[in-house]
């Protein structure tokens, strides 16, 4: 509610500045021009916002099988774990603004690299957090599991995959925001539609509030995505948000 | 709040009546990473420990004396660094509950079932009808958080009954609750075990919840830990509290504590 409020002021804050200051249109578009651009080029946003779209939403599904498969696999073997997370912190500090150009240069400007930069960028924020969740798994609850003569995998199955799901939507949810910034890193380094795509067509043809509208566009989707995260979570996982016990 | 207490009408039939034998002898136990030089930590030493099938042994003892090694040895959880271990397969209960906050308490109950390869449906089954004969009926579809801190013990207890382990190691298993309801459970873990015997060590920091219960109580020395004097509770069930010979019991196991 407040920040509607805030965010209505700043809209208005903006939108007098623009016209009182006679501040030209391609350097900084009113509000209500990035609203007419948002009218009048539907079509065309739509178009790429669907490629954008789904180069997050895969690229981050994509993320998603292989960081929960690292992070078991880390979690099952204690070798595994040495052997990888030095690797998966590195992982993070490949600049990603050089990568994605090579990228585009062995696979070209299709899918598949926008698919590599959004997973790369995800992968992190999902496996630390999953990880995390497995390894606070109370160790009394190992103990008992051991003492009913369950398996390893029993033990995983039944006590420590449940309880590392709020992990996993924790670590969905984070890499959210980074999931868009990537696509549209990705879509500059060479793409031939998309929302980055466009902004970066739109702003030497002069077409700013073009650009604005694609960021708002993104930006929405990006909201979404989350709120519908945020929601799948208390929806499936009411128990993690429930006063409890003395149960972890 | 008190909760209802009555006792199991009949034998629950599913949870197994064979009954298991515990014996520890002369077993020491120590913790640390210089485990094999000065400065570890030795948490029990030369103890030695029966239960006979069908008996109930309290072991008392001061805190961090070691009692929780005990069990995790009976369980078979950790071996001993000397000394032998001789246990039927035992399940233990720990202090805290330990119930999965995302399943039913049905679901609890019925995990060392599902465990052991049964069926969700007939895993479901057994382990309602014993939380039915807990006094739990109606609250079988309930998840931890809407239990109250006796419900949930109780749903702990039936989740180690039906381990179908033949002896069952409980780990202060009242400590966490309330004084009251410390009180109730403990009358209703003596009305539960009343029709269906069970070899049980149990390990408690509360002398008159080991009188009232055992058969026997263990008092353990400081760490680290070995048995100092064993009191044998000749004295018919059911037991009141106020019996002056529990009383008395209650007096000299305190005195071995030094309390």
């Not at chain 1, 997370?85 to 990568?99: D, H």
């Not at chain 1, 696509?183 to 929302?195: F, K, Q, T, V």
């Not at chain 1, 990006?222 to 006063?243: D, I, K, M, N, T």
Request: proline share 6%; net charge neutral.
């Amino acid at each position: 509610m407040i920040a509607a409020l805030v965010a209505l002021g700043l809209v208005a804050l903006w939108e007098a500045y623009a016209q009182l200051s006679g501040i030209d249109d391609f350097v900084l578009p009113a509000p209500s021009a990035v609203a007419t651009a948002l009218h009048d080029d539907r079509a065309l946003l739509w178009s790429n916002f669907t490629v954008t779209a789904g180069e997050i939403t895969l690229g981050m599904l994509v993320a998603l099988v292989l960081g929960l498969t690292c992070a078991t696999a880390i979690h099952f073997s204690g070798a595994l774990r040495r052997a990888l997370y030095p690797l998966l912190i590195g992982s993070q500090t490949i600049p990603i603004v050089l990568v994605a150009p090579l990228l585009v240069a062995w696979w070209g400007f299709g899918l598949v690299p926008k698919l590599a930069i959004v997973a790369l960028v995800c992968f992190f924020p999902i496996v630390v957090p999953t990880l995390d969740a497995l390894d606070r798994v109370d160790a009394d609850l190992r103990k008992l599991m051991r003492t009913f003569g369950a398996s390893r995998w029993q033990t995983f199955r039944m006590v420590e995959a449940p309880a590392a799901l709020p992990g996993v939507l924790t670590g969905a949810k984070l890499s959210v925001a980074v999931a868009a910034i990537a696509a549209i890193l990705a879509e500059l380094a060479g793409s031939d539609a998309g929302l980055g795509n466009l902004m970066l067509k739109a702003i030497p043809q002069f077409e700013t509030a073009r650009a604005f509208a694609a960021v708002l566009i993104l930006s929405v989707f990006a909201v979404a995505l989350f709120g519908l995260l945020a929601l799948a979570e208390r929806r499936l996982l009411p128990w993690a948000h429930q006063p409890r016990g003395t149960a972890p | 709040m008190l909760t209802r207490i009555r006792a199991p009408e009949e034998v629950p039939q599913d949870v197994g009546t064979e009954l298991g034998s515990v014996r520890l002898r002369d077993v020491r136990k120590m913790f640390g990473a210089a485990r094999r030089r000065a400065g570890a930590v030795v948490a029990v030493d030369r103890l030695s420990l029966d239960a006979r099938p069908g008996e109930i042994v309290a072991v008392v003892g001061p805190s961090g004396c070691g009692k929780t090694t005990l069990l995790e040895l009976v369980c078979g959880l950790i071996e001993p660094d000397a000394g032998t271990v001789d246990a039927a397969p035992a399940a233990l209960m720990a202090q805290r509950d330990l119930l999965l906050p995302w399943l039913a308490a049905v679901d609890n109950a019925a995990l060392a079932l599902r465990v052991a390869g049964l069926g969700r449906q007939a895993a479901r089954e057994r382990s309602a009808a014993l939380l039915r004969d807990f006094g739990l009926e109606g609250f079988e579809d309930a998840r931890p958080h809407e239990l109250s801190g006796g419900m949930r013990q109780r749903v702990a207890f039936a989740r180690t009954l039906l381990s179908g382990r033949t002896v069952l190691c409980l780990d202060e298993p009242f400590a966490s609750l309330d004084a009251l309801t410390r009180q109730e459970m403990q009358d209703w873990l003596a009305l539960a075990l009343a029709p269906a015997p069970r070899t049980v060590v149990l390990v408690t920091h509360d002398v008159e919840e080991a009188i009232v219960l055992a058969d026997r109580v263990l008092v353990l020395s400081p760490r680290p830990a070995y048995v100092v004097a064993e009191l044998e509770v000749d004295v018919a069930r059911p037991r009141k509290r106020t019996d002056a010979r529990l009383v008395a019991l209650r007096e000299r196991a305190l005195q071995e504590l030094g309390a």
